[in-house]
């Protein structure tokens, strides 16, 4: 079985600081790291070769230093990866980043399986994973617990749906957003990346796609504009609740109770 | 001999810190009466909760003049029984006294009150871009039991002990007198070190009321390295010729799968690598990446060199709290797999810890007893626990009593000490007076009288 990850680089601290005039995110002298949630399907997606054979590649969008992340993929088992980048991307929405996206997966080949994170961390929207799997005419599941099996050209796979779990099959090829903490993503290995080389990770910019109307990517591809960012207000609101055990268990739920959270 | 707690002594007790902090009889939590694993428990008279260096010098004064013993108690996560009132008396808390007081950044120093917690303090201090490097497993301890156990952790490979960060003290001696030692400043030639005295008494010569720490600035870099290996003889022997690399890990920890895997099952959570027999887990901190990445390169390399099957690369929050809040969970993780158990904290210089560990897992099996253990390869501090798990009482107590009796020995012939950082406590004493011998004892048992002449301040510890 041949699984696709796709995977992002995100800024290494969520703590990145919103500059108060322009809005924009300060970047600048900012680690970066892979998102957190993809770990999490780069595990699964490793874990599923490991039953039903086969390879994980993974697949990124960003500039070239993006490759980083491929590479730690690599590190964590992939055979190897792409960079779709061009300054034509650039300023993507989420619709844009998923018809990039999707341009990308067809120029990289087939796969039985695409696996995406449930999110990511500085974006925040879980919509790519969807509207890809729009744009490639597959269907696509979200919020995956675990792949259950794999028979017959169907994967099992058990869905969360916060107040119940379903299980679900589902026609290969699609694609699944896995969801968060349902694995423990395996560590990159040092082994491995003193032995990764150029060649495993290949570059796509837009003149490979088959689509050259430049107005589908990008800024001008997007359907959303972002008028302002600004970061949420911080609430340090504070509660002692004195007294024995009884009063105090008393004193958090008229406190839960207040706010109707029970 | 001492006196029982009477009906005027409580009176007296309550106008010095008012009703609501005195408690007396069935009112007292047994959780008072033992701590986290020192094997002896014993309910206080009554247990006074204090809230400054003057109310602490008050109930001192008083027992002092009475003949009451006086135990002081932190949060009561010891693990030698040093907080247990064995002698009955006043059980001091000192946990309401948990404000930090002053961050001084021209000295680069903390001046904290005792109930401290230790998590309290490090969150503090990081978010001020500060560092506070001594860094025991158990975070939710006090500042004051740190001081008074001088507690190591996971760092002191490359910054020490409590002892270390220590600048000063406000202590209550024993007979009321309130007393600063030591200073801001950075050095100091001025007589005795009364203060170094104090740190790692257990509680026994004075009170600690309040500290002045020694900060550093927070590093700016830091990873860590999973590196497994295919047994643990094979792990321990990395460890002398990591540190002989002169590249200083800021920690080197080893732990072998079994204990991996307990903790998975305490934790209910996966470790990333259960695979491999047995793993060495290592963190290098710095202020650059470039700086962490490289040393990271070279003991990678080096590993790879000594037969490591790998080097795993723990590098982000995620991946650091995933390997991390496994290791900090150790103790509890095995104590949960057991249905009794002991533990010998011993220290030894870093070249032994392989033969030390080799020889842990040879009494395991001339014993029959199950002996896992983990611990700062790094600085030659093993956690070694004895569990009794389906044995019988009578056949516990020997095997461990046996098992105690071999691996002090054991430490003492390699050159090593009783204890690396939990303390003498009441459940060591046999093990350092074996391996001192009643000179040093009777010079410690002077220097006990000499803060102490009427022997009322946490009795029956250490040297006693």
Known sequence: MNILVCIKQVPGSSNVEVDPVTGVLKRDGVASKMNPYDLYSIEMAMSLTEKYGGTVETITMGPPQAKSVIVESICMGAKKGTVLSDRKFAGADVLATAYTISQGIRKVGKFDLILCGKQTTDGDTAQVGAEVAEYLGIPHVANVLSVEEVKDGKAYVTVSLDDMVVTESVQLPCLLCAENDINSPRLPSYKVQKTVTDDLVRFISFAEFEDQDANHYGLNGSATQVERIFPPEKNTEKHSITGDSAAQAQGIFDLLASRKLI | ?464
């Open chain 2, 1 to 464: 001999m001492y006196n029982k707690v009477t009906e005027a002594d409580l009176s007296v007790l309550r106008t010095i810190v008012g009703d609501d902090r005195v408690l007396y009889g069935d009112a007292i939590s047994p959780d008072y009466s033992h701590d986290e694993l020192g094997g002896i428990s014993r309910m206080p008279e009554v247990l006074v909760r204090v809230l400054s260096t003057e109310e602490v010098s008050s109930v001192m004064k008083y027992a002092y003049a009475h003949d009451i013993p006086v135990t002081v108690r932190g949060s009561g996560t010891g693990l030698v029984g040093s907080a247990v009132p064995v002698e009955g008396g006043i059980l001091m808390e000192t946990t309401q006294m948990n404000k930090i007081l002053e961050l001084d950044e021209d000295n680069l120093t903390l001046t904290v009150q005792p109930g401290v917690l230790l998590m309290e303090l490090a969150a503090y201090v990081e978010e001020r871009d500060f560092f506070y490097p001594p860094d025991p497993g158990e975070k939710s301890a006090t500042i004051g039991g740190n001081i008074s156990t001088n507690a190591g952790g996971m760092r002191a490979v490359k910054y020490g002990v409590t002892r270390d960060y220590v600048r000063a003290l406000t202590v209550v001696l024993p007979d009321g007198e309130i007393m600063q030692l030591g200073s801001k400043v950075v050095k100091n030639s001025s007589g005795y070190s009364l203060k170094d005295l104090i740190i790692g008494s257990e509680g026994t010569l004075a009170v600690i009321t309040e500290a002045v720490l020694k900060l550093l600035p927070l590093p700016k870099a830091s990873i860590s390295l999973l590196v497994p290996f295919p047994d643990m003889k094979s792990a321990i022997e990395a460890v002398p010729k990591i540190i002989r690399s002169k590249v200083i890990p800021t920690a080197i920890e080893y732990m072998s799968r079994d204990t991996i895997l307990f903790s998975e099952s305490y934790l209910g959570k996966k470790f990333p690598d259960t695979k491999n027999d047995a793993y060495i887990l290592l963190t290098f901190d710095g202020n650059t990446d470039a700086q962490v990445q490289g040393d990271m390169q070279v003991v990678a390399d080096l590993c790879l060199e000594i037969g490591a099957l790998d080097a795993y690369i723990v590098d982000t929050d995620e991946r650091k709290k995933s390997v991390w809040s496994a290791r900090g969970a150790f103790l509890e993780a095995i104590k949960a797999s057991t249905t009794e158990m002991d533990e010998c904290d011993v220290v030894v210089p870093r070249s032994k810890v392989d033969e030390f560990i080799k020889y842990t897992h040879k009494i395991a099996e001339d014993e029959g007893v199950r002996i896992p253990s983990f611990g700062h390869a790094g600085d030659g501090n093993l956690h070694v626990y004895i569990c009794r798990d389906a044995l019988d009482a009578e056949t516990w107590e020997q095997k461990l009593a046996h098992c105690f009796d071999l691996m002090y020995a054991k430490a003492e012939e390699l050159g090593g000490l009783v204890s690396g950082e939990h303390g003498i406590g009441y459940a060591k004493k046999g093990y350092m007076r074996k391996a001192y011998g009643e000179d040093q004892i009777a010079l410690m048992q002077g220097i006990k009288a000499a803060f102490d002449k009427k022997n009322i301040l946490n009795p029956g510890k250490v040297c006693y």
